[in-house]
C-alpha cells in the first residue's frame, strides 16, 4: 500500500497514522468517487483543488465529514489530516461532528430579521431544541468528530442560524440541503418540520420568481431576457441576440476586443469598480497560461442581483466569460458559485453543458482555434471567499484566507498564474458591449459611470426586486418609483447602501444619482448595489448590532485588525445599545478601532467592517 | 559584493539602497531603523498575518505590512507616523484583550512602547467566541497552552513545507474561533506529530512550550536570570548540530540551536531538543 502512495513519502508517521484509520462507510467512499472517479489514482495526487468538492460531496453525503472519511480524502489527495481538516473547518456549511441529515440554515441576517426571522427562530426552538453548534467558531477543546465518534445518534432534524442567503425579495429564507424555501411563514415552516420528523420530504417548494423592473435610457439591457426564455435553452438565447458579442469578439481579435471593453468605460460590478478593460490588458500582457475566474460567490447582506443573472440568462455569464478568456488569452476558466446558491448551481451547470455541446465552450469554439474550458465550482458557506484571493485559495483547495498584495491578481492569480478575475454582472454586461460598441455603451450613463447598473431593493418597500437603472437615475426614483416606496404610510428612516460593507443613508441623500462618483461624494459607495430599506419603525440599533455581527462571524481569522477587531466592535455596539445612546468615549473608542480595521487588514472584509456601523451611528446619534 | 541590482526608496526622508527583491522590512533595517514584528521570523516565509510591521507608503490608500512588501524604487516610506503608531498600539491592545500575554516578551515590550491600554475593552467585553482554553499536556515533551496563543502561524509553517516537512498542524476554524489543530483536536502523540520541537522553537508568546519549562514555571522555579548557555554539539548522530544548553542550578532546562547556525537554522530534530534527560537520570549518579 505504501508503495503507492509514493507521493507521500517523507511524512511516514503521518501516512501510516492515515493507513490505520477506519475505512470510510460506503455512502462516503462513494461520494468521493463521484468526485474523481474519472481519475486514475496517481492522477488524483496533488489535485489539492478536489479538496472542497471532496469535502461538500461527503457533506451531501451523510450530513457531515467523518474522521475515517477525512482520512480517506488525505489518503486519495495525498494530504495531511491537520490541513483537511483546517479547510473543513473553514466553511460554515461544512461540520466535522455527528451531525442531523437535514439542517435548517435560517436567515437572520438584516432584511429577513425585518420580516419574522425571530418567530420562525421561536419556532425552530420549540420543535427542535437548541441551535446547532458554530462548526467554524467551535469552542477550545470542544472539538469533536475525531476518531470514535461516528456511531453518535443524531436527530433527523436540526437547524442553526445562517447570515444572509441572498432572497432578500422574498424573506423569510432558509437553506436546507439542496433546496432554498423563500417567503417563510411559521405555519408553513411547521408544516414542513412535522413532514421532515416524520422523515417526509414534505411539499414541494413552491417557486415565487423575484420581481424585476428597469428604467432608464438602454434599459433593459442586463434584465432583456430574464424571465422571459427558458433560462438553459440556447436555441432561445440566440434568438435574442445572444452570442453575438463573441462572434464579434472572435473577428475583431483579442487585442481589439480588450480595446472596446476599454472603450466602453466598463468597472466591475462586485463592488471595487476596478476598469474591466485594464484588468483584462493587465492579465493579457503576462505570460501564459493565464485563467479568467468567474466570481459568483455572491454574499453580501442584500445582494441577489448574481442569483438572477445565473438562474435567469446562465448563458450571457458564461458569453461574457468566454470574450473575457478570448481577449486575455485563457484557455480555462472557473466559475465559483456562492454554496448557498443551489438553484444558480443547477442552471449554470446546465448552460455550461449545453454550450459544450453547441460547441460555445470547449475546444475549437465556433470552429476558431480559440478553445476555452469551464468548470463550475461551489462554495461551503464563506463570506469572505468573495475577496477575490480568497476565492483563489478556496478554488485550489487551501482555507478561503486573502493574501496580501501584491502581487494582484492579474499577475499571480489562481494557481499563481495570471487571472482575469470578474463578477457575474460584469461578465453580462460585456456581449452587449462587443456586440453594439464600447461607444454606444459609454454612451449610456453619467460622465464616469458608464452603462446600466443592477439593484437590489429590499426591506420596507412595496415591490423587492432587482431594477436595472441607467447610471445618473436618483435613488429615490429607484425606492419610490420602481420598489413601490414604504408601504402602510410610513417613513423612510434610512437606507442601507451597498450591503454590510456598504454605508446607511439617511432619506435626506435619496436625491443622490446612483453613481460611482456620486455615491462617492455623498461619503457612501455603489459597493454591491444593494439598497435595503427601513421605515421609521425599525429598531436601527438592532440592525447596527446584526451588521456588526455579520463581520464577527465571517472574519477568516488571519490578521488581527480583524479577527479580534470585529469582536471588539460588536462588543461596543452591544454596550451603546445597552445604553440606548451613542456615548462620547465609547464613540471615540470605536473610532479608533475602526481607523485601525481600514488602515491595517489585510484585505476589504476587515478594512469595510466598521463602516455600515460608523455611518448608522451618525445617524442615531443625530436624534 | 554580489551582482544583484539594487534600488533607491525613501524611509522617513532618508535616502537608501537595498538589492532588488528585499523587503521593506530589510530596507528600513538598511537604513538604520526597525518595526516591530511578531509573525514575522527571520528564517521562515512571512505573511503579514500580525499587522504590526505596518508603515506608511506615500500613495497607499492603506498602511502597508513592512515583512512582506517589497521595496520599489522611489517608494517615500514613514515608519513611526502617529497613523502607524496607532495600529501597532492596537494590535497589541487586541492580542492582549484576547490571549495570556503574560509570558510573550516581545508582545509586551511593544505594548508598553506604543502605550497600549487593553484594560479599556474589558468591561464591554461579552465573553469571546472561544472559552479560554485549558493548556494541553498530552505528552512529556512539550506543552500547548492555546490561551497565549495569537496565531502567528509560526508553528504551522516550521511544521509545514518550510522546515519539517511533517504537516502535523495547521490552523482550524474561522475568526476568533481560529487555532492551531492537528486534525480533530487529536492529542498529539495520535497525530502525526514527530516531536521535533521545532514549532516550540519559533513560538514567541510560550503557547508552545516544552513540558521541563511549563512545569518549572508552574511550580514558580523557573528563573532566566540564574541561567546560563552553554554551546556544545549534539551527541546522537554525525550531522553535529549545534546546541544551546541552558543551564540554570548544574541542570539542563531547555536546549535550543542559534538561528544563525547554517546547519541547523534553529531547528533540531527529538533527539536534540528533547534527548537530555538522561544527562540528570538518576542510575548515573
Not at chain 1, 315 to 335: D, N, P, Q, S
Not at chain 1, 537 to 548: I, P, Q, S
Not at chain 2, 6 to 17: Q, S
Not at chain 2, 91 to 99: H, R
Request: aromatic share 6%; with cysteine.
Amino acid at each position: 500500500m505504501s508503495s503507492e502512495l509514493g507521493f507521500l513519502q517523507g511524512w511516514g508517521v503521518e501516512l501510516e497514522r492515515l493507513e490505520r484509520a477506519p475505512a470510510p462507510a460506503p455512502e462516503e467512499w462513494q461520494a468521493l468517487q463521484g468526485v474523481w472517479g474519472h481519475l486514475r489514482p496517481e492522477e488524483r495526487r496533488g489535485r489539492r483543488d478536489l479538496l472542497l468538492p471532496a469535502l461538500r460531496a461527503l457533506q451531501a453525503a451523510r450530513g457531515w465529514i467523518s474522521y475515517p472519511a477525512a482520512a480517506a480524502v488525505c489518503r486519495e489527495l495525498a494530504l495531511p489530516l491537520a490541513e483537511v481538516y483546517g479547510v473543513a473547518t473553514f466553511y460554515a456549511l461544512l461540520a466535522t461532528e455527528p451531525r442531523p441529515p437535514r439542517v435548517v440554515h435560517l436567515c437572520d441576517d438584516v432584511v429577513c430579521m425585518l420580516h419574522g426571522a425571530a418567530s420562525l427562530q421561536e419556532l425552530l426552538q420549540e420543535r427542535l431544541g437548541s441551535s446547532l453548534p458554530d462548526p467554524v467558531h467551535a469552542p477550545h477543546g470542544q472539538a469533536t468528530g475525531g476518531p470514535g465518534t461516528d456511531g453518535a445518534a443524531v436527530p433527523a432534524v436540526g437547524w442553526s442560524r445562517s447570515p444572509c442567503l441572498g432572497q432578500c425579495d422574498r424573506p423569510g429564507a432558509a437553506l436546507v440541503g439542496e433546496e432554498v424555501l423563500v417567503a417563510l411563514t411559521p405555519q408553513e415552516l411547521d408544516i414542513r418540520l412535522q413532514a421532515w420528523l416524520r422523515g417526509d420530504h414534505g411539499p414541494p417548494a413552491v417557486p415565487t420568481p423575484t420581481h424585476l423592473g428597469w428604467k432608464g435610457d438602454g434599459t433593459p439591457l442586463l434584465l432583456a431576457r430574464c424571465g422571459r426564455i427558458p433560462p438553459t435553452s440556447l436555441r432561445e438565447y440566440c434568438a435574442l441576440g445572444g452570442y453575438q458579442g463573441l462572434r464579434r469578439a472572435l473577428e475583431i481579435g483579442p487585442q481589439a476586443t480588450v480595446a472596446e471593453v476599454e472603450r466602453s468605460g466598463l468597472v466591475g460590478r462586485g463592488g471595487a469598480a476596478f476598469p474591466t478593460g485594464r484588468k483584462w490588458a493587465l492579465t493579457a500582457r503576462e505570460a501564459p497560461p493565464r485563467y479568467v475566474v468567474c466570481n459568483a460567490d455572491e454574499s453580501e447582506p442584500g445582494t441577489f442581483k448574481d442569483r438572477v443573472l445565473l438562474e435567469q440568462d446562465p448563458f450571457a455569464v458564461l458569453e461574457g466569460m468566454t470574450i473575457a478568456a478570448y481577449a486575455v488569452g485563457a484557455a480555462r476558466g472557473f466559475v465559483y458559485v456562492r454554496g448557498e446558491y443551489p438553484e444558480a448551481y443547477r442552471v449554470l451547470a446546465a448552460a455550461v453543458e449545453a454550450a459544450q455541446d453547441a460547441g460555445y465552450l470547449g475546444n475549437r469554439i465556433l470552429e476558431t482555434d480559440f478553445s476555452f474550458h469551464v468548470e463550475v465550482r461551489r462554495g461551503a458557506g464563506a463570506y469572505v471567499c468573495g475577496e477575490e484571493t480568497a476565492l483563489f485559495n478556496s478554488l485550489e483547495g487551501f482555507r478561503g484566507e486573502p493574501r496580501n498584495r501584491p502581487p494582484f491578481p492579474t499577475q499571480a492569480g489562481l494557481f499563481g498564474r495570471p487571472t482575469a478575475i470578474n463578477n457575474v454582472e460584469t461578465l453580462a454586461c460585456v456581449p452587449p458591449i462587443l456586440a453594439r460598441g464600447g461607444t454606444w455603451y459609454a454612451g449610456l450613463g453619467t460622465d464616469r459611470s458608464k452603462g446600466t447598473k443592477l439593484v437590489c431593493v429590499s426591506g420596507h418597500v412595496r415591490r423587492p426586486g432587482v431594477y436595472e437603472v441607467t447610471f445618473g437615475t436618483p435613488l429615490r426614483v429607484i425606492v419610490e418609483e420602481l420598489a413601490g416606496g414604504v408601504p402602510d404610510g410610513r417613513g423612510i428612516q434610512a437606507v442601507l447602501c451597498g450591503g454590510a460593507a456598504g454605508t446607511f443613508l439617511p432619506p435626506d441623500q435619496l436625491n443622490t444619482p446612483l453613481a460611482v462618483e456620486t455615491l462617492q461624494e455623498a461619503g457612501a459607495a455603489l459597493g454591491s448595489g444593494a439598497l435595503v430599506v427601513f421605515d421609521d419603525r425599525t429598531d436601527l440599533w438592532a440592525v447596527v448590532e446584526r451588521v456588526a455581527r455579520f463581520f464577527r462571524d465571517e472574519s477568516c481569522g488571519q490578521c488581527v485588525p480583524c479577527r479580534v477587531g470585529t469582536q471588539r466592535q460588536l462588543e461596543l455596539v452591544a454596550e451603546l445599545r445597552r445604553r440606548g445612546r451613542v456615548d462620547g468615549e465609547l464613540r471615540a473608542l470605536l473610532e479608533e478601532l475602526a481607523q485601525v480595521m481600514r488602515d491595517a487588514s489585510i484585505c476589504g472584509l476587515g478594512q469595510l467592517a466598521p463602516s455600515a456601523v460608523l455611518s448608522g451611528l451618525r445617524l442615531l446619534e443625530g436624534r | 559584493m554580489s551582482d544583484v541590482p539594487t534600488l533607491r526608496l525613501e524611509v522617513d526622508g532618508e535616502p537608501v539602497r537595498v538589492p532588488e527583491g528585499s523587503t521593506l522590512l530589510e530596507a528600513v533595517r538598511a537604513a538604520g531603523k526597525d518595526v516591530p514584528t511578531l509573525c514575522y521570523h527571520p528564517v521562515l516565509e512571512p505573511i503579514g498575518a500580525c499587522r504590526i510591521c505596518v508603515v506608511e507608503v506615500e500613495g497607499s490608500r492603506v498602511l502597508v505590512p513592512a515583512c512582506i512588501r517589497r521595496a520599489e524604487a522611489g517608494m517615500r516610506v514613514w515608519t513611526d507616523t502617529p497613523r502607524v503608531r496607532l495600529s501597532r498600539r492596537m494590535v497589541t491592545e487586541l492580542l492582549q484583550s484576547s490571549t495570556d500575554a503574560s509570558l510573550a516578551p516581545e508582545l509586551q515590550r511593544y505594548a508598553a512602547e506604543y502605550g497600549a491600554r487593553p484594560q479599556r475593552w474589558e468591561p464591554f467585553r461579552q465573553g469571546d467566541a472561544s472559552p479560554r482554553p485549558a493548556p494541553k499536556l498530552d505528552n512529556e515533551l512539550y506543552v500547548r497552552d492555546l490561551d497565549r496563543c495569537i496565531l502567528c502561524y509560526r508553528c504551522v509553517r516550521a511544521c509545514g513545507a518550510e522546515v519539517q516537512n511533517t504537516f502535523a498542524i495547521a490552523v482550524a476554524g474561522r475568526g476568533l474561533g481560529a487555532r492551531i489543530d492537528p486534525g480533530f483536536d487529536l492529542s498529539l502523540p495520535e497525530s502525526a506529530c514527530v516531536f521535533c520541537g521545532n514549532c516550540v522553537a519559533v513560538c514567541p508568546t510560550e503557547a508552545l512550550v516544552p513540558r521541563t519549562q511549563f512545569e518549572m514555571r508552574r511550580a514558580g522555579t523557573w528563573d532566566e536570570s540564574r541561567q546560563r548557555v552553554v554551546t556544545t554539539v549534539c551527541p546522537y548522530c554525525g550531522v553535529g548540530c549545534k546546541l544551546e544548553l541552558h543551564v540554570q542550578d548544574n541542570r539542563i532546562v531547555r536546549v535550543t540551536a542559534p538561528l544563525d547556525d547554517p546547519i541547523t537554522r534553529g531547528f533540531l530534530c527529538v533527539k536534540g531538543r528533547f534527548g537530555w534527560t538522561y544527562v540528570h537520570a538518576g542510575s548515573r549518579d
